[in-house]
């Protein structure tokens, strides 16, 4: 298959897999004498891995390790799940922080006037004073 039809069926657009190769996500595929690059059913398959991890939010080096705890078949599956609960964490963490975020500016914004006077407690906290 060529990389249009690899990109259709995993649902991953061409740059992104051309990416995912020149970083070692995907394994270089075999060349056409054409020089054009020829895919496999298992290039999809692991396209569409990675297609479902970053939906997970997984960085690309824990999707690296992801992949390889994948095709390792005696793998301890305690790895993946450790890996997958520090994801977690991480994650929780940064809704912690959101929250946070959206809290202060509620606040903030609450009590600005919104009118026409130049006072505003918002431009106050970024200004920092």
Known sequence: MNIGEVAKLSGVNPKLVRHYES???VSKPIRAESGY???S???IHTLRFIKRARGLGFSLTEIKQLLGLWKN???ASAQVKSLAMTHVKEMQA???ELQSMCDTLTHLAKHCHGDHRPDCPILEE????
């Open 41 to 43: 059913e298992k290039d």
């Open 94 to 96: 940064k809704i912690l």
């Open 23 to 25: 970083i070692g996500l």
């Open 126 to 129: 970024l200004e920092g004073e």
């Open 37 to 39: 690059r020829l895919y």
């Open 73 to 75: 078949k005696s793998r």
